[in-house]
């Protein structure tokens, strides 16, 4: 089963006590008209003193992640023209924990549909010294990480899940490799509940597996998912796919999709 943290962790290599991380969190925001402020959490649970900054990057969403947006996309998919971030710098002591606050800009109204930009947050380099063999090797490394805003106006969310297969990863377990696709005008966001239920008399479901933090983009027309099952095989039954909402979308079933399996004789 797949957890997903309530965080995301940047993680400086280093070997000894020269390490450093960045805990943020959440892992996204929505504005909308109503909502029209959101913060972000940024703490320090290392024990060094990290100086870094906040800005936006606009990226676009692809199959299986993001990829730098082009000029053409970013007009039509850029958020950060109607958003102001505070602050643009940061220090963090030791332990220590600041709120980074995203605002719709003054007057600004959210455009039909949905529009995304990502925050980003760079941390300066850190000397650190990476072991190879007898001898050491000082190197200057320096960590980002970002977590996408969403801008939305007039629309809403909904997906279907299709090409649903079950594969074998490089170790013949099973996994089931799907495809979300967007079919509203805002991105879905929730997760994936893989269950089986045999064909045993008396049998009860049972969750094979999840996949958290499952996003349907607009600027994407196939997401693809994969979810590790851990067995080599499944007896006869029926596999279950739902796609339930999370976050703003929290109770609601974007699709559900059931498959017959009957094991080779």
């Known amino acids: 089963m797949i957890k997903a943290a309530a965080f ?3 993680t400086i290599l280093a070997t ?16 909308t008209n ?3 402020v959101a913060s972000f959490t940024l703490s320090n649970p290392s024990t060094r003193i990290i100086d870094g900054r906040v800005t936006w990057v606009d990226l676009s969403a692809t199959q299986t992640g993001y990829a730098p947006a082009d000029a053409q ?7 950060a023209p109607y958003l102001t971030l505070t602050p643009a710098q940061f220090r963090l002591e030791p332990g220590g924990r600041i709120e980074v606050t995203v ?5 600004a109204r959210p455009p039909p549909g949905e529009r995304r930009s990502h925050l980003l947050i760079e941390t300066g380099a850190a000397r650190t010294l990476i072991r190879k063999a007898s001898s050491g090797l000082q190197a200057d490394i320096s960590a980002g990480v ?4 969403l801008l939305r106006g007039k629309g809403h969310g909904s997906a279907v899940v299709s090409e649903t297969k079950l594969l074998r990863d490089s170790d013949g377990l099973l996994l089931i490799s799907t495809v979300i696709e967007p079919t509203g005008g805002h991105s879905t966001y929730g997760r994936l509940t893989a269950t089986f239920l045999s064909a045993t008399p008396g049998a009860k479901p049972e969750r094979l597996g999840v996949r ?8 994407t027309p196939r997401r693809l998912i994969e979810i590790p099952l851990g ?8 596999l279950t796919l739902r796609y339930e909402g999370g976050g703003e979308y929290a109770g609601r079933v974007f699709d559900k999709r059931t498959f017959t399996i009957t094991p080779p004789k």
């Open 231 to 238: 067995f080599f095989s499944l007896g006869e039954g029926e």
């Open 8 to 10: 995301v962790l940047i």
């Open 103 to 107: 605002r719709l800009k003054n007057g």
């Open 34 to 36: 109503k909502t029209r």
């Open 212 to 219: 958290d933090n499952v996003t349907g983009y607009t600027d």
């Open 146 to 149: 970002s977590v996408p805003v």
């Open 73 to 79: 996309a970013r007009t039509r998919l850029s958020a």
């Open 16 to 31: 000894g006590p020269a390490r450093a991380d960045i805990e943020l969190s959440p892992l996204r925001h929505v504005l």
